[in-house]
């Protein structure tokens, strides 16, 4: 268990660029392979080798508690490892082991950028523990290592709790209400129980002046008497007893509601507080930024530098983790379609090495986030060219520049006639667009020919809570972004008017275009006459659309508030215009509906052109990769480097596992480790090819073993390449490439 410890360290250090931690292990693998053989010859040890060991098993254990931000680096690492080349000298017969070349032990063990990369890097894995808040100092007993899942598990309970804790509010005020009707209903009993009372009383008068006058006089007339006055008195006081409950009735909801609305302010900040938890600097992610970028550069032929500002913004850690895909996609893009060759920039005069600038912003609640280049700029006649050929437009000048610009966003859509790793497929942008429309966010788009292109994101800083305006449009109650909004116009102030494009109206010196609202969520349809007829009576909120400010026409405006949102799904996320829902306090969803997309949706041409090869090109398969490793860290940092490359990864931890995987969905390649439990990646390899339907799979094999007789037996086995630890990611990704080139893209 040892050995195989170290050997899985060793990998994984490699692989995700821990260098110092790859060689301690490395060595420790070496002498636990020794010390093995020794105990099953039944020899004993060399004398003090036990106590080294445990010493470098200390520093590896104090090397990965720095990572986690739990200890300090440790200060005797070069020692220790020099140690261990003492030791594996010994054991092979006095030749002296030196550091492998290319860097000195001490920048090996103790790079500090390779340490903070490489802890950022792991504390973004899917579903691990992420540094929230300050990093953790050495000896902090105080500070605690959430999972982003936990939290946000956490966070989803605490907003529940809120809208329970409402419609608790709602209950009780109900139930106040009801008090209030039994007790306007007591006071009216009351009042019918004194004219009861005094009717008793005067047929009491009546019955006694009768028994004075007359001789004859029924003694049962006062015996009823007595009864229905006894029975009256009864009912009185059961009155007055009933009043005086309902009145502790009173004073007990009323408390309950004071405690309930004591309680909700309570949540209100539990879930602030849980949002804040939730918030990390944008940095975690920049060493998979870097590296996407030096891989394209690499897999296209450029020369680019990516500058990096802004990297101490915070943001909500699931906000960061959602917009890793989309910013990836815009840094390949920026390499792929806006730097050009080191050719074509030398004979325009730029330098020989582009340059893409991403740029992190807060504004408020807002995160913006800019991503842009030195390159050519977008092709505007490309672009122009494949939107007539798909039907997207009629002739050539119909669209505005800005308008032609966003044609990029449509499924499918892609300038590039020849599909590669990199681009062509037309799936891109319209995710990218996707994944930002889903974080109540909107992408900004602008180019400059010869100087660039310029793509701008904004997105909440947390995806937890929204400010919105609350206003009701046929019958229909909807929610509008507060930052989106500007003034609200009551009715009757705002001067209408018609002219050839619609109506416009007129306030404080400024004209806007007018819209009513319901007509943009499609619920109704007016003409400009109804429109016109109806001026004195609209309430006009002025906001920010995707062409400037707009006047919405509503028939009320609510109330703002800050909403609890929850997730919507993705059929109803793909409707245009809405960016997120929150549940009222009876359990109905409010919808939060973005401006700018909706006049997006309203001003855009509705045509039924011909879309079919816009939607061919939408319906790319993405190549599907198998990783097969005991080692979880290796799986996930191979799965991260092959998504973030475009490639479909499954996983599996050992050859059994694996033939499963491939039983149910046949991969285009099988990346596999050589040593691992149960079955092994030769045996592995072998079995792949036995089968026929699966004998054409490509198997790479990647390995610390090294000799002549391991590499004949995996070429022997079938395997198609044959990697040993440490590799270069470009070097594998090239690998993959090149087998994976021949498979036809539908």
């Known amino acids: 268990e040892a050995l195989r410890s170290a050997h899985t360290f060793k990998g994984s250090g490699n692989i995700i660029g821990l260098p110092g931690i790859g060689r301690l292990a490395h060595r420790l693998e070496d002498i636990l392979e020794f010390a093995l053989d020794k105990f099953r010859g039944s020899e004993l040890l060399p004398a003090g080798l036990d106590l080294d060991v445990m010493q470098a098993v200390h520093c590896l254990e104090q090397m990965v508690g720095h990572l986690q931000g739990e200890e300090a680096p440790p200060d005797n690492a070069v020692e220790v490892l020099q140690n261990l080349l003492d030791w594996v000298a010994q054991i092979r017969g006095g030749n002296p082991v030196q550091p492998e070349p290319g860097q000195p032990i001490e920048a090996a063990l103790l790079n500090p950028q390779s340490i903070e990369d490489s802890a950022a890097a792991l504390s973004q894995t899917p579903g691990q523990p992420t540094e929230v808040g300050p990093r953790p100092k ?162 296209t032929g450029r020369k680019v530098t990516l500058q990096v500002t802004g990297e101490d913004v915070v943001i909500d850690a699931d906000v960061l983790a959602r917009l890793a895909e989309p910013l990836l996609h815009l840094l390949r893009n920026a390499v792929d379609h806006g730097i050009e060759s080191p050719e074509d920039r030398i004979l325009a005069g730029k330098p020989e090495h582009g340059t893409v600038q991403l740029d992190f912003q807060r504004a408020g609640d807002q995160a913006i986030l800019r991503v842009s280049d030195d390159g050519r700029g977008l092709d505007l006649a490309a672009i122009e060219t494949k939107a007539l050929n798909f039907g997207l437009i009629d002739a050539v000048g119909s669209l505005p520049e800005q308008e032609l610009i966003r044609l990029i966003l449509h499924p499918g859509f892609s300038t590039r006639d020849k599909v590669t790793e990199t681009s062509g497929r037309g799936v891109g942008m319209d995710i990218v667009n996707d994944r930002i429309t889903a974080l109540k966010g909107r992408l900004d788009i602008d180019s400059a020919d010869g100087l660039g292109s310029f793509f701008t994101v904004h997105v909440p800083v947390s995806s937890g809570v929204a400010q919105a305006l609350l206003v009701e449009c046929a019958g229909e109650s909807v929610a509008l972004p507060l930052e989106q909004v500007s003034t609200i116009v009551a009715a009757g102030l705002a001067e209408f008017q018609a002219h050839p494009g619609g109506v416009t109206i007129h306030f404080d010196g400024v004209t806007y275009p007018a819209h009513p609202l319901a007509q943009w969520l499609e619920i109704e349809e007016y003409s400009t006459e109804e429109i016109l007829a109806r001026g004195p009576n609209w309430i006009v909120v002025l906001a920010l659309g995707s062409s400037g400010m707009v006047a919405l026409l509503v028939d009320a405006v609510q109330e703002s508030r800050e909403l609890i949102l929850q997730e919507v799904g993705r059929l109803t996320r793909r409707v245009q215009g809405v960016i997120g829902a929150a549940l009222r306090a009876d359990g109905r969803p409010l919808f939060l509906m973005s401006v700018t997309d909706l006049q997006r949706a309203a001003s855009a041409p509705r045509r039924q052109g011909n879309l079919n090869a816009l939607r061919k090109r939408a319906r790319v398969e993405r190549i599907h990769i198998l990783v097969v490793d005991d080692a979880w860290s290796v799986r996930r940092s191979m799965q991260q480097l092959l998504e973030d490359a475009g490639y479909e990864v499954s996983e599996a931890a050992d050859g059994f596992d694996a033939l499963d995987r491939i039983r149910g969905k046949t991969p285009a390649l099988v990346i596999t480790d050589l040593e691992m439990p149960n079955l092994n990646g030769l045996e592995l390899t072998r079995r792949i090819r036995e089968i026929p339907q699966w004998a054409e799979i490509p198997v790479v094999m990647i390995t610390s073993r090294t000799s002549v007789k391991h590499k004949d037996e995996g070429q022997r086995a079938g395997v198609s390449v044959y990697l040993t630890k440490p590799y270069q990611d470009a070097e594998l990704l090239a690998h993959v490439r090149s087998l994976t080139l021949d498979l036809t893209i539908e």
């Open 138 to 299: 050495a000896g902090d007993a105080t500070v605690m290592r959430v999972g982003v899942n936990q939290l946000s598990r956490l966070l989803r309970r605490a907003g529940q709790s809120i809208i329970h804790g409402e419609r608790m509010s709602n209950l009780l005020a109900d139930a106040d209400g009801w008090l209030l009707a039994l007790e306007r209903n007591n006071q009216l009993m009351a009042t019918r129980l004194t004219e009861l009372d005094a009717l008793v009383n005067r047929q009491a008068v009546q019955l006694r002046e009768a028994q004075e006058v007359s001789g004859n006089f029924d003694p049962l007339e006062l015996d009823r008497y007595d009864a229905l006055h006894g029975l009256s008195r009864f009912i009185g006081e059961t009155a007055r007893d009933s009043t005086v409950l309902v009145q502790q009735a009173r004073e007990v909801t009323t408390q309950s509601t004071v405690i309930l609305r004591e309680e909700g302010y309570a949540l209100v900040d539990q879930h602030r507080e849980l949002l804040a938890a939730r918030m990390v600097a944008v940095r975690t992610i920049l060493p998979r930024l870097k590296r996407t970028v030096a891989q394209t550069a690499i897999a």
